[in-house]
């Protein structure tokens, strides 16, 4: 793993150095300390190893032989974060770096961190040149460890049932554009890198190699084209196969890609974003050496060499979808791109070559040399990057490799007989689109209103969040406090119900119900737990977080809106639907009859509704919880306007309005307004719609109706539900409904 000479003119060596160190620790970032010490296999290794690792080559090639004064952190880690390097010493066993449990991940953040500021040092002295080549050696060396930690962290998690989310993916799909196949002359051409700027030593020679005239693809394998290979009984036809690959294929039961895993309503496929339906337009990816092959005879053609890839790829500059572009998964090619597109980033490409020196290759002497000369045997060459490759790590040059059916996991339908887990999933019934056309409708048709009215759901965004966070620790707010305390007076009433199954409505991230899940757990008898939100996102990272923390349970997550989808709720055995932080009562009389009619429709006789009342008391005790001392309400109530503009460009200015905190004792709830302070007009753009208010009209953006016990019941039996028992907060401040479905 020899570097050609960087050259002479190159910016900062220590901001480049840095830049890197930062990179990988950002990397590493969203992992905790246990998630940083898992692996999966004996050729996977640790987050940590990998951070360790990348900074004992700097210690060990660089800072040891050529930094007069510096003293290395700890002589041990000669051995430990060794990886291949026989004339260092002998160093710890591959396959066993899980078991290093010492030093911890904080231990080798000091171990960076000693070794960073000693290099800085050392690049300050102006060193020679030939240290300045050991130091790019080894940036680059680090950005294939940022490749490897990523690929390492998802297979670690694929093998958590749980699905946990590495980070929630950003949304990228388009669809991919229709293969062509585009005529290459072939005749000599020239293979390897000149020597000018970096590259690894088995890039070169440069070297005349003879093409005889080819077709290249115009764009990656798709997984509809891996689907229909699947359907096409690819993976039982012995004749599409290598021997040795059809003897794996046989061997460990491969029947689909890499992560991929059958469901009821077709392919999903684990991601560093959670487990996702298979995009069909995605480029295929984590495709064995052997699958490829088989693939690619099944279309009837051929992998491509890699003289053949590289002469097509040399004449294009080296971009893609790579690592700074920040998917972290494949993405469709361009419908406008090259005629051969995507030879750079979104997946590595298998070639038909085999990893092999060329003509002239010599490794370089010492330690440093030894990486490529001893892995010249038994791998095949792959070409381009990927999503997750470092930007810079990339030339039409560069040659990965890798064993030809190395990295699979266990067939995921395998499982333990005496387990009753069910696999996680997340289902979705209320698409990102289709949510958001219908909060641009309540818009449209809420401003037409008199009094102007906007829905709650525009308080929420990160901003938002944070706000009404803060709102429930003051000291007017009671709400939260005293449902928490009546939550945990009667949790061992809840925990002899014999609940298997809990749905939560409006779960959010889930916090107000762990208490519930641990006790439920505790008395045996819980089985699954159901969120119900409207955020994909939030809900998969609820679903990730309590998975860690109940792994005995099943999680079936809905992405739905209860005005619509309540009868799509899963249930097995006893049912408890909770529906907490009296979100009750935001709804209008006439949509509390349609939610309570709809609920009891999807529960079947004797399941539990446990539901949230903020109860009747003096109006001045309610009126201060929604407009507090510090103005924190009246901040949250202004970020309406904000979400509002950002996400349908409407023009409001929140400057313009005073937050107002109104009992409607009437309705017998609190309302909470916008009360323009001066004459507004305000267009909203995407709506095509304008709204005219004189100074002092209101913007009705939430009601909150309070409860009498009594009347509430009342309620619940109109709609098929006895109130079998009400818990009650001292003061008579909320209460608590347990109430059955007869």
Known sequence: MVGARPDAEAPSWAERFLAVRE?????????????????????????????????????????????????????A??????????????????????????????????????????????????????????????????????????????????????????????????????????????????????????????????????????????????????????????????EL?????????????????????????????????????????????????????????WSGARLPTEAEWESVAVRQAPVGNVLDVDLLHPLAAPADGPDVAQLYGDVWEWTASAYLPYPGFQPAAGAVGEY????????????????????????????????????????RKERDPMTTIDQPRVEVLLQAQDWRDARAAEVRSGLAASPPQLSPVWFYDERGSILFDQITRLPEYYQTRAERRLLQQHMDDLALLGIETLVELGSGTSDKTVEIIAALTRSGSLRTYVPFDVSEATLRGAID????????????????????????????GRTLVAFLGGTIGNLRP??????????????????????????????????????????????????????????????????DFDHVARWNAEERWIEMRLRARRPVHATIASLDVAVDLDEGDDLLTEISAKFAPEDFAGELSAHGFAADVTWVSPGDEFGLVLARRV
Request: proline fraction near 8%.
């Open 372 to 411: 490529n000369g001893k892995f010249m045997v038994n791998q095949h060459v792959l070409r381009g990057g990927a999503c997750v490759t470092p930007p810079g790590h990339i030339r039409a040059t560069y040659r990965n490799f890798f064993p030809l059916g190395l990295q699979r996991c266990p067939p």
């Open 241 to 297: 196969w290598l021997s040795d690959g059809w003897a794996t294929v046989q061997a460990e039961g491969w029947d689909a890609p890499l992560y991929w895993q059958a469901e009821p309503d077709g392919w999903s496929v684990f991601t560093l974003g959670g487990r996702t339906p298979v995009d069909p337009h995605q480029p295929a990816c984590h495709l064995s050496y052997y699958e490829a092959d088989a693939i690619a005879r």
């Open 590 to 655: 006439h949509e509390r009859a349609r939610f309570l009619e709809d609920l009891g429709s999807a529960m079947a006789p004797d399941d539990l509704l446990l539901i949230g009342i903020d109860l009747l008391k003096d109006p001045a005790q309610i009126v201060a919880a929604y407009d507090d001392a510090e103005g924190v309400t009246a901040a949250f109530n202004r970020n309406s306007l904000v979400v509002l503009d950002r996400e349908l460009g409407a023009d409001f200015e929140p400057s």
């Open 77 to 238: 880690y000669r051995y430990l974060f060794n990886s291949y390097y026989e004339a260092v010493g002998p160093r710890h066993p591959r396959a066993s770096r899980g078991v290093v449990s010492r030093p911890g991940v904080e231990e080798v953040g000091r171990f960076r961190s000693h070794v960073d500021d000693a290099l800085v040092d050392l690049l300050a002295a102006d060193p020679a040149p030939e240290v300045l080549a050991l130091v790019e050696l080894g940036c680059h060396h680090e950005q294939q460890h940022q490749e490897l930690l990523l690929m390492d962290i998802k297979h670690a998690l694929a093998h958590n049932r749980l699905d946990p989310v590495y980070r929630t993916a950003r949304a990228a799909a388009r669809p991919a554009p229709e293969l062509r196949w585009v005529a290459q002359p072939g005749g000599a051409v020239c293979i390897g890198h000149d020597g000018s700027g970096f590259a690894y030593d088995n890039e070169g020679p440069v070297h005349r190699q003879w093409l005889e005239p080819f077709e290249l693809a115009s764009r990656a394998v798709t997984n509809a084209e891996v689907e229909a290979f699947i359907d096409d009984g690819g993976y039982r036809r012995s």
């Open 23 to 75: 990179l990988t620790e950002a990397l590493a970032a969203p992992l905790s300390a246990e998630d940083q010490t898992v692996q999966s296999m004996p050729d996977a290794s640790p987050t940590k190893w990998h951070r360790a690792h990348t900074t004992w080559f700097f210690d060990e090639f660089v800072l040891q032989p050529h930094h007069a004064g510096y003293r290395t952190y700890d002589p």
């Open 545 to 572: 977080k309590l998975g860690a923390q109940f792994p005995e349970l099943a999680f079936h997550g809905i992405v739905g809106d209860f005005h619509q989808h309540l009868g799509q709720i899963p249930a097995k």
